[in-house]
């Protein structure tokens, strides 16, 4: 049973096109997350929502857009692709909001590559 | 703004040496202090944590201690496996109750037999 699992686990696309990736939990947690990593390994927080709001809006275009539709789900959509977007993006799931108490699972990432 | 610094990889060592991953932070207050692990393929994974000074983090024979005075985190092992190869991340969470992970920048260890 994968606890927080995303699809696809690979994305080959255009510049110019517009994707989503899911991320859905199956721990019953109230927070979500979306963590960009970079061709570095370079891992940044993009954004963070619990019980359905937003609470975490790092510096982050506006092409990109999180919905969550309940608890368990936080989708990502990018509009107009472009090839700085390509990265492996990683969901995440805590039980709440403290980082002292509530560890953090992640999933197993999505390889978005742009051409 | 809070940032955590992590030595550059890749580390190469053999099988039972002795590892050690320097990391050191800057941030306001008393952050809490994490090692994660990526194993090839896979997502990260919780290995340690520290929440306050003086605390020491362990688990599958890693430590970590928690130094204000040096604002460190460095992880150690004392006998290290090959199926340890792994990126090694060190990561910080600010004082408050929005639960925001800082990483470095990772450090990869090779493990050879």
């Known amino acids: 049973d994968t606890a927080v699992s995303q699809t696809p686990k690979y994305l080959v696309t255009q510049m110019g096109n517009d994707k989503s990736i899911k991320c859905e939990q199956n721990?019953?947690?109230?927070?979500m997350y979306w963590y960009k990593q970079d061709s570095k390994k370079f891992l940044k927080i993009m954004f963070s929502?619990?019980?359905?709001?937003?609470?975490i809006n790092e510096t982050v275009p506006n092409r990109f857009s999180p919905k969550s539709p309940d608890k368990a789900h936080l989708n990502l959509h990018i509009n107009s692709l472009e090839l700085g977007d390509s990265a492996v993006y990683f969901c995440?799931?805590?039980?709440?909001?403290?980082?002292?108490?509530?560890?953090?699972?992640f999933g197993p990432g999505t390889r978005l590559t742009v051409l | 703004g809070d940032s955590v610094t992590q030595m550059e990889g890749p580390v190469t060592l053999s099988e039972e040496a002795f590892l050690t991953i320097n990391c050191t932070y800057t941030?306001?207050?008393?952050?809490?202090l994490f090692w994660y692990v990526q194993y090839p393929g896979e997502g990260l994974q919780l290995l340690l944590k520290?929440?306050?000074?003086?605390d020491k983090g362990s688990n599958k024979g890693f430590e970590a201690t928690y130094r204000k005075e040096t604002t460190s985190f460095h992880l150690e092992k004392g006998s290290v496996q090959v199926s340890d190869s792994a990126v090694y991340f060190c990561?910080?969470?600010?004082?408050?109750?929005?639960?925001?992970?800082?990483f470095g920048t990772g450090t990869r260890l090779q493990v050879t037999l």
């Open positions: 995440a799931s805590s039980p709440g909001l403290a980082a002292s108490t509530d560890t953090q699972y």
């Open positions: 721990l019953g947690h109230d927070t």
């Open positions: 941030a306001t207050g008393y952050p809490s």
């Open positions: 929502y619990n019980n359905k709001e937003l609470i």
């Open positions: 990561a910080l969470s600010p004082t408050g109750t929005a639960s925001k992970l800082t």
């Open positions: 520290a929440t306050k000074a003086d």
